[in-house]
Protein backbone atom coordinates (compact mmCIF):
# COMPACT_ATOMS: atom_id res chain seq x y z
CA UNK A 1 0.00 0.00 0.00
CA UNK A 2 0.98 3.36 -0.75
CA UNK A 3 1.92 5.91 2.09
CA UNK A 4 1.45 9.28 2.07
CA UNK A 5 2.02 12.36 4.97
CA UNK A 6 -1.53 13.21 6.53
CA UNK A 7 -1.53 16.31 8.98
CA UNK A 8 -3.92 16.41 11.76
CA UNK A 9 -5.50 19.61 13.69
CA UNK A 10 -7.10 17.82 17.00
CA UNK A 11 -8.89 20.26 19.14
CA UNK A 12 -8.53 19.23 22.81
CA UNK A 13 -9.56 20.10 26.04
CA UNK A 14 -6.49 21.93 28.01
CA UNK A 15 -5.75 19.41 30.43
CA UNK A 16 -3.40 17.50 31.94
CA UNK A 17 -2.83 13.77 30.46
CA UNK A 18 -4.32 14.78 26.84
CA UNK A 19 -1.03 14.65 25.37
CA UNK A 20 -0.29 10.62 26.78
CA UNK A 21 -3.52 9.44 25.58
CA UNK A 22 -3.02 10.59 21.91
CA UNK A 23 0.50 9.89 22.08
CA UNK A 24 -0.17 6.33 23.65
CA UNK A 25 -2.94 5.86 20.94
CA UNK A 26 -0.25 6.13 18.31
CA UNK A 27 2.53 3.98 20.24
CA UNK A 28 -0.11 1.34 21.47
CA UNK A 29 -1.08 0.34 17.61
CA UNK A 30 2.14 1.10 15.99
CA UNK A 31 1.99 3.70 14.44
CA UNK A 32 4.62 6.78 13.90
CA UNK A 33 4.26 10.33 14.82
CA UNK A 34 6.78 11.97 12.13
CA UNK A 35 5.80 15.68 14.01
CA UNK A 36 4.20 16.78 16.60
CA UNK A 37 3.03 20.46 18.17
CA UNK A 38 1.28 21.40 21.00
CA UNK A 39 -0.36 25.33 21.63
CA UNK A 40 -2.98 26.98 23.70
CA UNK A 41 -5.32 28.44 21.15
CA UNK A 42 -7.70 32.06 21.79
CA UNK A 43 -9.44 29.94 24.06
CA UNK A 44 -7.40 29.09 27.29
CA UNK A 45 -9.33 26.09 28.27
CA UNK A 46 -8.85 24.69 24.85
CA UNK A 47 -5.49 23.40 22.85
CA UNK A 48 -4.52 22.53 19.20
CA UNK A 49 -2.73 19.50 18.80
CA UNK A 50 -0.66 19.52 15.64
CA UNK A 51 0.27 15.80 14.47
CA UNK A 52 1.90 14.71 11.06
CA UNK A 53 2.06 10.97 10.18
CA UNK A 54 2.91 8.76 7.02
CA UNK A 55 0.84 6.19 7.11
CA UNK A 56 -1.56 4.71 4.29
CA UNK A 57 -5.42 5.73 4.29
CA UNK A 58 -6.66 2.85 5.97
CA UNK A 59 -4.56 3.69 9.43
CA UNK A 60 -5.44 7.26 8.75
CA UNK A 61 -9.07 6.61 8.81
CA UNK A 62 -8.19 3.94 11.57
CA UNK A 63 -6.69 6.78 13.50
CA UNK A 64 -9.17 9.23 13.09
CA UNK A 65 -11.58 7.23 14.62
CA UNK A 66 -9.90 5.89 17.53
CA UNK A 67 -9.22 9.79 18.24
CA UNK A 68 -12.53 11.05 18.31
CA UNK A 69 -13.13 8.33 20.87
CA UNK A 70 -10.72 9.75 23.24
CA UNK A 71 -12.23 11.70 26.51
CA UNK A 72 -11.35 15.65 26.00
CA UNK A 73 -11.34 15.39 22.18
CA UNK A 74 -13.13 18.22 20.78
CA UNK A 75 -12.60 17.96 17.29
CA UNK A 76 -10.01 15.94 14.86
CA UNK A 77 -9.52 17.57 11.65
CA UNK A 78 -7.46 16.32 8.85
CA UNK A 79 -6.26 18.88 6.67
CA UNK A 80 -4.51 16.57 4.42
CA UNK A 81 -6.87 16.92 1.34
CA UNK A 82 -7.60 20.50 2.54
CA UNK A 83 -6.20 23.88 1.54
CA UNK A 84 -3.81 24.54 4.75
CA UNK A 85 -1.24 26.98 5.80
CA UNK A 86 1.62 24.95 6.76
CA UNK A 87 4.78 26.04 8.76
CA UNK A 88 7.68 25.12 10.60
CA UNK A 89 10.53 26.39 13.00
CA UNK A 90 14.09 24.96 12.81
CA UNK A 91 17.18 26.31 14.11
CA UNK A 92 20.05 25.32 12.89
CA UNK A 93 23.63 26.04 14.52
CA UNK A 94 26.27 25.75 11.52
CA UNK A 95 30.02 25.70 11.00
CA UNK A 96 30.93 29.11 10.17
CA UNK A 97 34.14 28.90 9.23
CA UNK A 98 35.73 32.57 7.81
CA UNK A 99 35.97 31.33 4.18
CA UNK A 100 32.56 30.15 4.20
CA UNK A 101 30.58 33.04 6.14
CA UNK A 102 29.87 34.92 3.39
CA UNK A 103 28.53 31.83 1.45
CA UNK A 104 26.11 30.85 4.72
CA UNK A 105 25.04 34.98 4.52
CA UNK A 106 24.10 34.50 1.17
CA UNK A 107 21.87 31.40 1.81
CA UNK A 108 20.37 32.47 4.96
CA UNK A 109 19.46 35.42 2.81
CA UNK A 110 17.89 33.65 -0.36
CA UNK A 111 16.06 31.21 2.20
CA UNK A 112 14.76 34.74 3.84
CA UNK A 113 15.80 33.32 7.37
CA UNK A 114 18.22 35.31 9.73
CA UNK A 115 21.30 34.88 11.60
CA UNK A 116 19.99 34.76 15.25
CA UNK A 117 23.47 34.04 17.18
CA UNK A 118 27.14 34.42 16.22
CA UNK A 119 30.09 32.92 17.77
CA UNK A 120 33.62 32.71 16.80
CA UNK A 121 33.15 29.33 15.01
CA UNK A 122 29.31 29.45 14.66
CA UNK A 123 26.22 30.74 13.36
CA UNK A 124 22.56 29.95 14.76
CA UNK A 125 20.25 30.13 11.86
CA UNK A 126 16.11 30.91 12.21
CA UNK A 127 14.88 29.45 9.46
CA UNK A 128 10.54 28.85 8.79
CA UNK A 129 8.49 27.50 6.19
CA UNK A 130 6.95 24.55 4.99
CA UNK A 131 8.57 21.07 4.92
CA UNK A 132 10.73 21.26 1.47
CA UNK A 133 12.09 24.63 2.15
CA UNK A 134 13.49 23.57 6.00
CA UNK A 135 14.74 20.02 4.16
CA UNK A 136 16.67 21.89 1.42
CA UNK A 137 18.12 24.46 3.56
CA UNK A 138 19.74 21.70 5.36
CA UNK A 139 20.63 19.79 2.94
CA UNK A 140 22.51 23.05 1.84
CA UNK A 141 23.82 23.12 5.50
CA UNK A 142 25.51 20.01 5.47
CA UNK A 143 28.55 20.77 3.67
CA UNK A 144 29.28 23.31 5.84
CA UNK A 145 29.05 21.32 8.94
CA UNK A 146 25.27 21.34 10.88
CA UNK A 147 26.39 21.09 14.73
CA UNK A 148 22.79 20.62 15.78
CA UNK A 149 19.34 21.27 15.23
CA UNK A 150 16.23 21.97 17.05
CA UNK A 151 12.84 22.04 15.50
CA UNK A 152 9.56 22.96 16.39
CA UNK A 153 7.39 20.60 14.05
CA UNK A 154 4.56 21.07 11.76
CA UNK A 155 1.79 23.72 12.38
CA UNK A 156 -0.62 24.10 10.45
CA UNK A 157 -4.56 25.76 10.10
CA UNK A 158 -6.83 25.14 7.47
CA UNK A 159 -7.64 27.78 4.36
CA UNK A 160 -10.95 29.47 4.48
CA UNK A 161 -13.08 27.58 1.65
CA UNK A 162 -12.56 28.72 -1.33
CA UNK A 163 -9.15 30.10 -0.76
Aim: with cysteine; net charge neutral.
Amino acid sequence: MKTNRYVLSILVDNEPGVLSRIAGLFSGRGFNIDSLSVAKTAEPDVSVVTIATFCDEHIIEQIKKQLHKLINVITVNDLTEKQYVERELVLVKVHAKTEKRAEIMRIVDIFRSRIVDVGASHFIVEVSGDSGKIKAFIELMKPMGIIEIASTGTIALGRENGK
